[in-house]
């Protein structure tokens, strides 16, 4: 059933996504391979890191492969164990398996280099392996969904998550801090990243006990994931407080929707929603936990300079999160477009910045008053952050809208709320490059001339805020009916060529093209800018940053624009195809 399902499912944008992963995978699992063949002592340390992708990848793409969904089979009657064997084994059905499996090929390689015995030994080390690491997916995702029921489970897991992302962001401060001599600490050798690496290091005692060990973890996880199943499929869902009468307020007064603006009762409904949806405060937890996460990593090593640049990290981040703020609403989106020149555009914007403004600032302001930072650059980026995020938050939501799943329709994990992870990814990153473009210009006036930078911000906020939100509402006046059309059916509604119809060369070249353009361009081209003007001296694994002192700005501009060419690159492909007859 689920190769059946994926074999009539890979078209158009889809087959481009799984392409570009499926060559992203390949190539993380050759590195692997070469890992093991050049330095096995690090073998450990890179099984860690799959064992941390599968847990998390999962989370932050939307829930995982849901190809085949629990509630598909809740009328069957299958006895719990039965179903979790059943979906355990179309689990290993797709690229990420097939990608892990080779990236595990480094201890058949291992155990060639230890003698016969030890490469018999990592055939069965690398099947439970992966068997391991999908389950730990499976659990991880099933306990998320479970935990996202309530609003204090809500708030712990974006705490947790991003706490974890930003750790892995911040790599290189825990590589100096624990690291010795790039020596991989001994605790990650024990972990059960690390069994297979010592079942063929070991002698054959060690090689059964490992086995063993990792066999039995297996069996727990899949009797944990069989629990979790039964309580998915059995439990009631639901997703904020009880619904109050139309017309009327929680105390039962009427209230005159005449009498008060439209961006009000829109401001109002938002704001509602910020604090009721379990999603949306997931999402904002998140970014919160993630900005001051990051920019407290490297207290680890002494260093506190980078607490200031928590708030806008924050922004970016919530920015980001939001980016597809219209798909929440479903197809319930027929109600704002059924309003006459409905300002739905701009009470969102309020809502935004209501909800993501304060604790924005209150955490620039206290941080950078702690380390006496520069007060200049700080507000700078945090005021062109907030109007910029204000501005195009609606405009991506509107002009690049993925279509989710109807709120009441949601299946029992909260995290799924669209079917098109990949997009909504794509959607994720593509916000946070337009975020750092519109605070560009006031970052280079505060590093030039000091505080007329927070002018320059405060101006191109404004700017992007009410320019970028005329846009928004201006094509959600126009093209309103298209975009109910998108919501219903996950197809737009034109005979012209689009990404969903283009030839498959340019479906793979498009896909590459949003998949890894933020790769030169933000941890290669503007991340290393940053470092080189603040001059802290940390390289990282940036390319500019390792290279004689006269290439590296040249490096730093070429990445730069060599990201900006493949964004543009993906927006051209589709509009040349759009404009032929």
Sequence with gaps: MKTAVLRHSLTGRRAGIVATGGLLGIALAGGTIVLALSAPALLPAAYAVWMLGWMLGPVFAGGGDETLRPEYFALLGLAPRRLARALLASAFVGVAPAASLLALGGLLVEGVRHGAGAAV????????????????????????????????????AGVI???????????????????????????????????????????????????????????????????????????????????????????????????????????????????????????????????????AAPLILGWPGMLCWAGPI?????????????????????????????????????????TVGPPATALTVTLTALVDGPWPMVLALLVALLGGGAGLVPLMSVYALVPGTDPHRRPGNPLRSTDDDGSASGLVYAMLALCALTA?????????????????GLLTGLSCAW????????????????????????????????PQNLPRREQIITAICWGFGAIP?????????????????????????????????????????????????????PRRHRRQP
Excluded at 528 to 533: A, E, H, Q
Excluded at 544 to 558: K, N
Excluded at 561 to 571: A, E, K
């Design 121 to 156: 030994v990592a055939v069965p080390a690398m099947v439970l392996h992966l068997a391991m690491f999908v389950l730990l997916s499976k659990v991880a995702v099933a306990v998320l969904a479970i935990v996202l029921r309530s609003r204090l489970g809500a708030v712990l």
């Design 161 to 295: 998550n991003a706490t974890i992302l930003a750790a892995l962001g911040q790599g290189w401060v825990f590589a100096v801090a624990f690291g010795v001599n790039g020596a991989v600490p001994q605790f990650v050798r024990y972990l059960p990243s690390g069994w297979g690496v010592l079942a063929v290091q070991g002698d054959w005692r060690r090689a059964v006990m490992a086995l063993a060990a990792m066999a039995l973890l297996v069996a727990l996880l899949l009797a944990a994931w069989a629990a979790l199943l039964t309580r998915r499929t059995s439990a009631n869902r639901t997703n904020g407080r009880a619904p109050t009468p139309t017309g009327r307020r929680e105390g039962g007064q009427p209230k005159d929707r005449q009498a008060v603006p439209q961006s009000r009762v829109v401001l109002g409904k938002e704001l509602r929603t910020w604090s009721r949806d379990l999603l949306r405060t997931h999402q904002l937890t998140f970014a919160l936990a993630y900005g001051l996460a990051f920019a």
């Design 314 to 354: 924050f922004v970016a981040m919530a920015a980001g999160m939001s980016a597809n703020l219209y798909s929440g609403d479903g197809t319930a989106l027929w109600l704002t477009l059924m309003i006459p020149d409905a300002k739905d555009v701009r009470g969102r914007q309020l809502a935004w910045l209501a």
């Design 440 to 456: 560009a210009p006031a970052a280079l006036v505060a590093w030039l001339y000091g505080w007329p930078g927070v002018a320059v």
């Design 467 to 498: 320019g970028l939100g005329h846009l928004a509402q201006r094509r959600l006046s126009t093209h309103g009916p298209e975009l109910l059309h998108l919501m219903r059916t996950g197809r737009p509604p034109t005979t012209a060529k689009t």
């Design 521 to 573: 361009l933000i941890p290669q081209g503007i991340v290393p800018g940053i470092l080189k003007v603040a001059g802290t001296g940390s390289r990282g694994w940036f390319l500019a940053l390792y290279l004689p002192e006269w290439l590296q700005w040249p490096t730093i501009v070429c990445m730069t624009l060599l990201g900006l060419t493949m964004y543009g690159l993906g927006l051209w492909i």
